[in-house]
């Protein structure tokens, strides 16, 4: 963004397929989807610590480091062990966000 890659693929068309079906996600299945939920549930800074250990979680997956199940019990870890700020103001969004990730990196060393 705000550049648009060429690609071979066509652009899809809705028209050609009208009907699209969304099922209701099985959350016992979706252990990453549990984690936004009890963050936005939490409030503070918790979605800023999700976000900065995900971040790790997914480099880590990409770097052969851990299981693509690894990832969930990551975020999982080091957002119920990093402390939250109720009523965060800028800088606490950024020592939360440096906080996660040192913690996630400390349990992948």
Known sequence: YPERFKTNSHRYNFMEHPKLEFKEPNPALIQNMNLAFYALEKGGTSACVLNAVNDIAVEA?????????????????????TEIIKNPVYDDYLRSDYAARQAALKLLS
């Open 61 to 81: 997956f990409l770097n052969h480091k851990i299981s693509f199940a690894e990832i969930s019990k990551l975020n999982n870890d080091v957002l119920k062990a």
